[in-house]
């Protein structure tokens, strides 16, 4: 089955400092989408985003299909971005998601 | 309700047991979806429902594991037997209307989830 690799598995930044999240994966697919989880476990998506660049405040996404992989752009980090992010794609034929392992941030004060 | 809900948020059970969780799907919503995650790693996909048509039971890791939906709303995960394996978070999520002539994959909105322990 498809693969979907993040990188890396954990980020430690201070607040104010830039971040590039990634995710690669395995084979075509029908729609890719970034969520957060905050620490308390709630997902809240942030992109859904199968190819292109799309951006919402300080945080902005690219997916480059013909190449597999997108990335997720964070600025300026404020505390409140911790938690995991996750990447997930969904292959052309059905309608399940499958996940990354995500990527632990952790901004500190 | 304005979101997706889920109860129990906890539920602590003896292994062997069975247990139900439950999801409140977003008002309106045809799609809902079931996953579990284990601690430190990323969401699997368990079942998904759409509408009338018939479920998804792809990801269910056993028989030992069923859900049902009633209609458009509330759905329910069963557990039969639990083992200790089986600890995790399980979430649930639900989206609006997917597919016709055009194919368009919709936000899934996920609830809180309900963290399971096997003793």
């Known amino acids: 089955g498809i693969q979907v690799e993040q990188s890396p598995p954990d980020l430690i930044l201070q607040e104010g400092a830039n971040s590039t999240l990634r995710c690669n994966f395995s084979?075509?697919?029908?729609?890719l989408q970034w969520f957060h989880q905050n620490p308390w476990g709630q997902l809240i998506n942030l992109f859904y985003?199968?190819?292109?660049?799309k951006q919402n405040g300080r945080l902005s996404a690219t997916t480059v299909a013909t190449e597999r992989y997108s990335l997720l752009y964070i600025s300026s980090s404020q505390t409140t971005d911790s938690g995991v992010y996750f990447c997930a794609v969904e292959r052309a034929s059905n309608y399940q998601l499958i996940w990354g392992a995500g990527t632990k941030l952790i901004i500190k004060p | 309700g304005a979101g997706v809900s889920q109860s129990p948020s906890n539920k602590v059970t003896e292994k062997g047991k069975d247990v139900e969780l439950r999801c409140d799907p977003i008002?309106?919503?045809?799609?809902l979806y079931w996953y579990r995650q284990r601690l430190g790693q990323g969401l699997e996909f368990l079942i998904y429902?759409?509408?009338?048509?018939?479920?998804?039971k792809s990801g269910l890791p056993s028989d030992r594991f069923s859900a049902e939906r009633t209609g458009e709303s509330v759905s329910t995960l069963t557990i039969q037997r639990t083992q200790q394996e089986d600890s995790a978070v399980y979430l649930c999520?639900?989206?609006?209307?997917?597919?016709?002539?055009?194919?368009?994959?919709?936000?899934?909105?996920f609830g809180p989830g309900t963290r399971l322990t096997v003793l």
């Open positions: 999520a639900s989206s609006a209307m997917r597919g016709g002539p055009h194919y368009e994959p919709d936000t899934q909105y």
């Open positions: 084979d075509s697919v029908n729609n």
């Open positions: 429902f759409q509408g009338n048509s018939a479920p998804d």
């Open positions: 985003i199968p190819s292109g660049t």
């Open positions: 008002s309106g919503h045809t799609a």
